[in-house]
């Protein structure tokens, strides 16, 4: 049986891809492109002269059947997307899912990827972060995406957003997290006219007021530890026992709920144990 190559092309600049890459692109019998527009471009210029067919999310139910066909066929197949990595908030993924589920090799060939191009070179912490891909147009889901996301900080986060969209973006991410909060703006990476916009949210809210951005936006931000409610430690430990939690689930809920940490709620149940005992002596 053939091979699914999910092979990484440019995000730009047509220098940023393997040689690797393009060996498999010339060896391969088609080609899988989210546009096959701009994959001829690719591939003319680095002298490919493989097929092409189009797989994108308004063919792909019909055109994974066909692929997958041909896998079995022992044609191998290579996966492109637009630019980056195949996979990544495209629907590339169901094509891979169908290959494992037929028993199909799939093998990475890895390259550029704007998540961590941004991430590279934005300055913030990386030790951990979350891509959480494009916010939702519309605004009342988006704050609540923002909601959800600031409750998962202290985090540095990845986001997609259109340049369209984006000042809407970031007045919601103000109210929701905060102005004081890092943020990148990286426009254009690896292209022409690439700029990364660093500062706060509201740093760069008011630049952006002055012009318009446009091409590709990649949004890195921070989200801080989220601010959260003061509680009365025992009182809400003698509740819970009240309750009939045992010493053990109370402190595991106090911890898990609050953020406290485990062995400050243990500490302090066990105080109101001693209290009790006390008490009743």
């Not at 600049?13 to 890459?21: G, K, S």
């Not at 055109?63 to 079995?72: E, F, G, P, T």
Request: proline fraction near 5%.
């Amino acid at each position: 049986m053939a091979t699914l190559y999910v092979v990484a092309t440019p995000i730009g600049n047509m220098e940023d891809i393997t040689f690797r890459a393009i060996r498999v692109l010339k060896e391969v019998h088609l080609i899988a492109a989210e546009d096959t527009r701009w994959t001829r471009k690719l591939l003319a210029h680095y002298g490919v002269s493989t097929p092409t067919t189009s797989y994108h999310e308004h063919n792909e139910e019909e055109k994974a059947a066909y692929l997958i066909a041909r896998l079995k066929e022992g044609k191998d197949v290579a996966l492109v997307t637009d630019a980056g990595t195949p996979g990544i908030s495209d629907p590339g993924y169901r094509l891979v899912r169908l290959a494992v589920k037929e028993g199909i090799t799939v093998c990475a060939v890895p390259g550029p990827s704007a998540i961590i191009a941004a991430l590279s070179v934005s300055g913030l912490p990386t030790d951990s972060f979350l891509f959480a891909g494009f916010l939702p147009h519309k605004r009342a889901a988006r704050r609540r995406r923002l909601e959800e996301l600031k409750n998962k900080g202290p985090i540095t986060c990845v986001l997609y957003e259109s340049p369209r969209r984006l000042k809407a973006a970031l007045e919601d991410m103000l109210d929701v997290l905060g102005g004081s909060t890092e943020l990148v703006v990286a426009r254009e990476l690896t292209k022409l006219h690439e700029e990364l916009i660093r500062g706060t949210i509201e740093s760069i809210l008011g630049e952006l007021e002055k012009r318009e951005l446009r091409g590709e936006v990649t949004l890195v931000v921070r989200i801080p530890e989220p601010v959260r409610p003061q509680l009365n430690l025992k009182e809400e430990l003698r509740e819970l026992m009240k309750e009939g939690l045992s010493l053990k689930e109370a402190v595991d809920r106090v911890s898990r709920v609050s953020g406290i940490r485990r062995k400050d709620a243990y500490r302090a149940a066990l105080e109101i144990k001693r209290e009790t005992k006390e008490g009743g002596t």
